[in-house]
């Protein structure tokens, strides 16, 4: 079956999912949760069938190739592959979509927006989101990108708390202006890769390796950084985030910051590194400051919230500071650490989000945090959910995340060490603003509106239990996915033409097995 | 004495779709005078429909294998832009057709020559009285259209000119509402238009001075066999453009667009924007590739200059604007900018590039005017912006529609104006104007930002109390709105077979 077009099977079931769950009567609600859930793990079932056929030791760049002429003429085509980057973030959308469906099962119950409707968005939203991460055509990237803001505009327009407008038109303002400059941009690419290869393309592989002057790389590079910025979102770019968050559903939320964002980063790694390879190490220095910047920054206005879906929002922006970081110190072992983050950080955002969710509908839907206290003693579980998730947030050793951290600060240390210290100052304020976090929700006195809550269920404990468990898992046996991640950053910093620094200590010989 | 007058000969077959609609637009006139004003609607619009089809269906039916040469040039873009400028027509006309959309009937004047305000007229109206002259008016201005697309001489250039203007000066003065505002108007179209003619005639008698024939080949020619640049040949060549940009509405000769824009019935200033473009840009490309294609070097930079200034005005001055009929204009000045782009490129890809964005934008224009004559308050048309709040609360459909409209203008992709513009850079980029490219873009971007503020208003800003009532159209607008938003999701989808038709028409017959 090495022909079978994977790739858009698993972008159109969701697709199709939306349909039927659009033709679903209005009033059959449970229906259309029902097939909304069923085609999400379907479409998840065949992302594991697709995964487990990954090669990691292929030399070719993409796997699971498809090309067909779109508008030939413009040297366009519908061309999806993946790397191992790529399939991790698939897999990733995949993983999250059902769970935030079978979590958010009465997030919208209440809502005077019809309840199909939120489901189908959702999975318009992960049939794009597989899209942009698969999409080995520039242009079919940037198609996928901007029309992912359509159903995210009307998910938190439509469905989420009193400033939905605001925030939903906010979004929209920010992401189109940064997807215009990434168009300009695209159409300077094209010009380039027409002059040098005598017929435009958008084939991401013909573009890598185009000779342009530093202007030309140097301008468009800045187009494309702009909208990747804006998405992902680095400061000062990330004003958006904490609004457009607060008001959306907790599942919206989840797929906004822990899929949808990465884009954004996803983005950097695919696309400004090895086609501005000049480009991406001039700008170096400003995006490792934008980068500590927005780790710094965020961590300590998140210390200040009292809002926990704001909180988490700051606490998101400092943790794409690190990815960014991580991407632009130019060392597999920091790039690598930055896919195993963007990873861990969908994976610790989805239990953040969801967890306070669950904890937010026993509280008449109120997110301020001087509203909770003491649920450890009413609801056990839910605060053991609770723990998990910030304890996932602060990186601990043992859970996904500190990988990531890990990985990345050790790869900024061996180009950029200052820089590397000044990050880990990061990782001290989040230890704060988590831990204050779960001592003001879970510890203390319960206020009287909470002492009749019950604990988490079945539903809810079913949708928490394989985040934790593939948070843990990717903790303490990270291998698997380095093997996929490692080939394709390897790949990727060939082209930008940095090799990693030689170990200041040496090796002692036979110290390595 | 062997001065015996040779008849010339004449292919009637190949000019039959333009026969057609002229013996229509006669007949037309005639039935005004002889019919009874009860059935005389009826006919005309059976005769106006007929005659386009039929126009149509014939060239369609004869493309590429008639083709001639001589004061009147079939060819492979002259073909496809009268088979344009018949669609557009066609659309314009479903338009032209609606009589629910106004309380008091159609959007025209039930007598043109009625004082606005004179108690003439409030009896007319009262009496419900609708005139139907505007549609043998329209089909000479096809006519003159498809003639224009044509012309392979200077004086059958001329004369299609004026075919085509003289009854779009009359149908802009003929707005049921806000009479003062379409006269005037009209006026203005007329003595600027009568100008700009002037100019055209001046330089083709200046261009006949030097090469002692009116034939584009024959200017060609003598050009080849007198090289260099004679005050004949440059003052010649400068007048016939400025008389052509004129009608372009470019930068500098743009200042009639936006009060005619904004003061003519809004089906005429669909049809206008869009066909008046497609014929005169047809027209510019004949003259240009066909007279000067040899002497490129001496007219590019001129034109290069009134490009770029006609990209950055019509962009900038939009953002400024407050009424979607004077925004929508400064918004056509910008979008000449971008097609004289395709223009100056000069090559093959150029001509399949204009053609295409012609479509593109033909139809788009064509969908947005027939939206603003559905939001109406007080009777008439609501244009101004504030009025165009929360529209999209009020008619999701409507305002999809129009957004639609405004992604394509703003050539965002998906949309039939992101090919049409891409195909115009593209173009440039191969004959080396990629400086133009440059502003093209920049332009662009600024263009979008008033393109996009539409969208948030309908959109993200709730609607104010006294707003417009939208007009539920008959099926004539409904159809005509079907075929835009159909034609500009398709031509932005699967844009390719669109693209091999221009691509086979993309060459100017000598």
């Known amino acids: ?513 | 004495m062997n001065d015996v007058l040779i008849t010339p000969d004449i292919d009637y077959q190949a000019l039959t779709p333009m026969i057609i609609i002229g013996v229509a637009a006669i007949v037309g006139v005639i039935v005004e005078a002889f019919s009874p004003r009860r059935p005389r609607r009826g006919i005309q619009l059976v005769l106006a429909f007929g005659a386009i089809v039929a126009a149509f269906v014939v060239l369609v039916s004869q493309a590429g294998t008639r083709v001639i040469t001589g004061s009147l040039a079939i060819d492979g873009p002259s073909v496809f832009l009268q088979g344009l400028v018949l669609v557009i027509a066609f659309v314009a006309a479903l338009l032209m057709a609606e009589r629910k959309v106004d309380p008091a009937g159609d959007s025209f004047a039930p007598r043109a020559s009625a004082l606005p305000g004179s108690a003439d007229e409030r009896e007319l109206s009262a009496r419900g009285f609708m005139q139907t002259e505007v549609w043998p008016l329209m089909l000479f201005a096809v006519v003159g259209m498809m003639l224009f697309t044509a012309a392979n001489d200077l004086l059958v250039m001329f004369i299609a000119l004026e075919i085509m203007s003289l009854p779009l000066y009359l149908l802009a003065g003929m707005a049921r509402r806000r009479r003062l505002l379409s006269q005037e108007a009209a006026l203005k179209y007329f003595i600027l238009g009568a100008f700009s003619s002037a100019f055209f005639i001046f330089g083709a008698a200046m261009l006949y001075g030097f090469s002692a024939t009116i034939s584009l080949p024959g200017i060609a020619d003598a050009l080849t066999a007198n090289p260099g640049q004679t005050p004949l040949i440059v003052i010649g060549l400068g007048l016939v453009t400025v008389g052509l940009l004129f009608k372009i509405g470019a930068v500098p000769f743009h200042q009639w667009v936006p009060d005619v824009y904004q003061g003519s019935p809004s089906p005429v200033t669909g049809f206008m924007a869009a066909a008046v473009k497609v014929a005169a840009f047809g027209a510019l490309m004949r003259f240009l590739y066909v007279a000067f294609g040899g002497t490129q070097w001496d007219w590019q930079p001129a034109l290069w200059v009134v490009a770029i200034a006609t990209m950055l005005v019509g962009s900038l001055l939009a953002i400024t604007q407050t009424d979607i009929k004077r925004m929508l204009a400064y918004s056509s000045i910008a979008q000449a900018g971008f097609l004289l782009v395709g223009v100056i490129a000069i090559n093959p890809e150029g001509i399949a590039a204009v053609m295409f964005y012609l479509v593109a934008y033909g139809f788009a224009t064509l969908g947005a005017f027939a939206v603003i004559s559905l939001v109406r308050q007080g009777g008439g048309e609501a244009t101004h912006l504030s009025n165009w709040v929360g529209l999209g609360k009020r008619s999701p459909i409507l305002a999809l529609a129009m957004s639609l409209f405004m992604l394509s203008f703003a050539g965002i992709p998906l949309t039939s104006g992101f090919v049409g513009k891409f195909a115009v850079f593209e173009a440039a980029i191969l004959a080396d104007a990629t400086p133009l490219v440059i502003v093209g873009v920049a332009a662009s971007i600024i263009a979008a930002f008033f393109y996009i503020r539409v969208i948030v208003l309908m959109f993200f800003t709730d609607p104010a109390e006294d707003g417009p009532v939208i007009a539920i159209p008959s099926a004539f607008t409904t159809l005509a709105l079907a075929v835009s938003v159909a034609v500009t999701v398709i031509l932005g989808v699967f844009p390719q077979p669109v693209l091999d038709l221009v691509e086979q028409a993309n060459v100017f017959l000598r």
């Not at chain 1, 519908?78 to 958010?104: E, F, H, R």
């Not at chain 1, 809002?307 to 988490?312: A, G």
Request: aromatic residues 12%; charged residues 10%.
């Open chain 1, 1 to 513: 079956m090495s022909n079978f077009p994977w790739l858009t099977t698993i972008g159109l079931v969701p697709l199709v999912g939306a349909g039927i769950v659009m033709l679903l009567p209005r009033t059959k609600t449970l229906l259309a949760k029902q097939v909304a859930l069923a085609f999400s793990l379907v479409a998840l079932g065949l992302t594991v069938a697709m995964a487990l056929q990954f090669d990691a030791n292929s030399t070719v760049p993409f796997q699971f190739v498809e090309s067909t002429p779109w508008i030939p003429a413009f040297g366009i085509s519908y061309s999806l592959g993946v790397d191992g980057i790529g399939l991790v973030l698939v897999a990733l959308a995949a993983t999250l979509v059902p769970v935030v469906i079978l979590a958010g099962w009465h997030d919208v119950d209440s809502e005077l927006g019809s309840v199909k409707g939120y489901f189908a968005l959702v999975l318009v939203l992960e049939t794009l989101m597989i899209g942009v991460f698969a999409a080995t055509d520039v242009f079919l990237f940037y198609v996928f990108f901007e029309a992912m803001l359509v159903p995210v505009y009307f998910l938190i327009g439509r469905y989420g708390g009193p400033q939905r407008a605001y925030a939903a038109v906010k979004f929209l303002i920010y992401s189109l202006v940064g997807g215009l400059f990434m168009l300009a941009a695209l159409i300077g690419l094209y010009v380039v890769s027409a002059r040098q290869l005598g017929e435009g393309t958008f084939d991401f592989l013909s573009l890598v390796g185009l000779e342009m002057d530093s202007t030309t790389q140097r301008l468009l590079f800045l187009g494309f950084f702009f909208a990747f910025a804006i998405k992902a979102p680095l400061f000062p770019f990330h004003t958006w985030l904490p609004d457009a968050a607060k008001e959306s559903t907790p599942g919206t939320a989840v797929l906004l910051i822990g899929v949808l964002d990465k884009v954004g980063t996803f983005g950097m790694i695919r696309y400004l590194l090895p086609v501005f390879p000049e480009a991406s190490q001039f700008y170096a220095p400003v995006v490792i400051a934008m980068a500590v910047i927005g780790i710094l920054y965020g961590a300590l206005v998140a210390l200040g919230q009292n809002d926990m879906k704001r909180l988490f929002a700051y606490s998101s922006m400092s943790h794409f500071g690190f990815i960014a970081l991580g991407i632009f110190v130019f060392t597999t072992v920091g790039t690598s650490g930055s896919v195993v983050y963007m990873l861990a950080h969908g994976l610790s955002t989805a239990a953040v989000f969801l967890v306070a969710g669950f904890l937010m509908a026993r509280r008449g839907g109120s997110s301020l945090i001087s509203d909770y206290g003491g649920i450890a003693k009413v609801t056990p579980v839910l605060a053991g959910f609770l723990l998990f998730a910030a304890l996932s947030s602060l990186a601990l050793p043992g859970l996904g995340s500190f990988v990531g951290e890990f990985m990345v600060l050790v790869g900024t240390f061996m180009t950029h060490p200052w820089v590397a210290v000044i990050a880990t100052l990061g990782i001290v304020f989040t230890a704060a603003y988590v831990l204050r976090f779960y001592q003001r929700t879970a510890t203390g006195p319960t206020p009287a509106a909470l002492t009749t809550i019950t604990d988490v269920k079945g539903r809810e404990i079913t949708s928490l239990a394989p985040i934790v468990l593939l948070t843990i898992v990717l903790g303490v046996f990270p291998g698997p996915v380095l093997d996929v991640v490692n080939p394709a950053v390897e790949r990727t910093l060939e082209i930008v033409g940095v090799t990693d620094p030689s170990p200041i200590v040496p090796v002692v010989e036979g110290s390595q097995q």
